[in-house]
């Protein structure tokens, strides 16, 4: 299901805190507050692809802070798994000291809301959210079981929607932060085109 230009489904669960916290009833519209976030689900806690992205999230957040974009996890698993999980010492082949918000969707509402749900498995797809601060999603990807997400290509997707924000130009194939967007005009993309023609 795609879900961009479209208002992020809300909701309400148990979670655990980026400190470690359960809460109860962690709110997503609350948490965000009016900025950007990521909202991304994974299969399952002790799995195998599962934990390298979960590392790989947590080694780039302060890339996230700095962006000043809020990131929220979400799998099927309880909190109490959610909570053994990120106590399990990462040399132990798991992951440590995890500083995000880790959701619990035991009963599969959340992942069925945002149309992610493997058809087989009943377990979230490996998608990706990116949702601005007027809560509407920008941009999704999603990935079978077996293929990890790359993180790098998050944040270049944050930076491409906070250039767009900002400027209000468009961003051509490949933009990276620190190139040049396309003014919406014929001559906008009539200077881009002239400047790609010479290199």
């Not at 961009?4 to 655990?16: G, K, L």
């Not at 009963?107 to 809560?135: C, M, W």
């Not at 999603?142 to 993180?151: A, E, K, S």
Request: a positive charge; charged letters at 25%.
């Amino acid at each position: 299901m795609v879900l961009v230009t479209y208002p992020a489904p809300d909701f309400t669960a148990s979670a655990i805190s980026c400190n470690g916290d359960i809460i109860n009833n962690f709110n997503f519209k609350e948490f965000t507050n009016n900025q950007t976030s990521i909202l991304f689900f994974w299969p399952m806690d002790f799995t195998f692809v599962c934990p390298s992205e979960i590392i790989a999230f947590n080694q780039e957040l302060s890339k996230f802070k700095k962006r000043n974009v809020k990131l929220i996890g979400v799998s099927i698993d309880s909190v109490y798994v959610h909570h053994a999980w990120r106590n399990t010492l990462s040399h132990n082949g798991q992951i440590d000291k995890i500083n995000f918000t880790m959701v619990s969707d035991l009963k599969r509402e959340i992942q069925r809301s945002y149309g992610i749900e493997h058809p087989q498995l009943g377990v979230a797809l490996r998608a990706t959210f990116l949702i601005d601060k007027n809560r509407i999603i920008r941009h999704q990807t999603i990935n079978d079981l077996p293929f990890g997400r790359n993180i790098s290509e998050t944040l270049r997707m944050i930076d491409a929607l906070h250039f767009y924000e900002k400027y209000g130009e468009v961003c051509p194939a490949n933009w990276k932060k620190g190139d040049t967007g396309i003014k919406t005009t014929q001559e906008g993309i009539h200077k881009y085109l002239e400047k790609i023609s010479k290199k």
